[in-house]
T-cell receptor, first 113, second 115 residues
Framework: AQTVTQSQPEMSVQEAETVTLSCTYD???????LFWYKQPPSRQMILVIR??????QNATENRFSVNFQKAAKSFSLKISDSQLGDAAMYFC??????????FGQGTILTVHP | NAGVTQTPKFQVLKTGQSMTLQCAQDMNHEYMSWYRQDPGMGLRLIHY???????DQGEVPNGYNVSRSTTEDFPLRLLSAAPSQTSVYFCASSPRGGYSNQPQHFGDGTRLSIL
């Protein structure tokens, strides 16, 4: 079984600053993916970034990047140049075969102008 | 493309009533799944399917039934609704093809309240 833990229920950042959201996981799988999803008040689940566990290089998507530490089972999300539109709930998730995802509890990100 | 379509968007039921949450996707995805989202607990997997005629239980399957008669549709049935099933329900789909195709496409969710 997999578990995903997000230890920061809430985080805040000033507009244009950088913020890092933490995530740790436990897994018995040898092949898996890790994801960060964004959920704005509209309730949509929006994929922010994904990381293949077999890749050592950290994934990046524009202002979003991850710090993947496989041995430590850590997968943090860094948001650079934060924007007001980044305010949302962020979920870390572990993915296995057949499209099954295990989610963390979520981190609410507030962006102050 | 419509992507993943869930109906209804909102529903209020009385304890003991039954209902079906509908989920349809038009992307020819083989994998489909249902999650529930409760406050402070993130999303939890209820049931999933790897293709027409094949379903299996997830983390919290009790009180829910599913079937997959076609690739496109994956309905979730509540046979006798209980207040503990008050939640937001998400349907998701993804294509077969290895881990490179893992990204899930989510529906917009159904908010279900059981009185």
């Amino acid at each position: 079984a997999q578990t995903v833990t997000q230890s920061q229920p809430e985080m805040s950042v000033q507009e244009a600053e950088t913020v890092t959201l933490s995530c740790t996981y436990d897994t018995s799988e040898s092949d898996y993916y890790l994801f960060w999803y964004k959920q704005p008040p509209s309730r949509q689940m929006i994929l922010v970034i994904r990381q293949e566990a077999y890749k050592q290089q950290n994934a990046t998507e524009n202002r979003f990047s991850v710090n993947f530490q496989k041995a430590a089972k850590s997968f943090s999300l860094k948001i650079s140049d934060s924007q007001l539109g980044d305010a949302a709930m962020y979920f870390c998730a572990h993915g296995t075969s057949y499209g099954k995802l295990t989610f963390g509890q979520g981190t609410i990100l507030t962006v102050h102008p | 493309n419509a992507g993943v379509t869930q109906t209804p968007k909102f529903q209020v039921l009385k304890t003991g009533q039954s209902m079906t949450l509908q989920c349809a996707q038009d992307m020819n995805h083989e994998y489909m799944s249902w999650y529930r989202q409760d406050p402070g607990m993130g999303l939890r997997l209820i049931h999933y399917s790897v293709g027409a005629g094949i379903t299996d239980q997830g983390e919290v399957p009790n009180g829910y039934n599913v079937s997959r008669s076609t690739t496109e549709d994956f309905p979730l049935r509540l046979l006798s609704a209980a207040p503990s099933q008050t939640s937001v329900y998400f349907c998701a789909s993804s294509p077969r093809g290895g881990y490179s195709n893992q990204p899930q496409h989510f529906g917009d969710g159904t908010r279900l309240s059981i009185l």
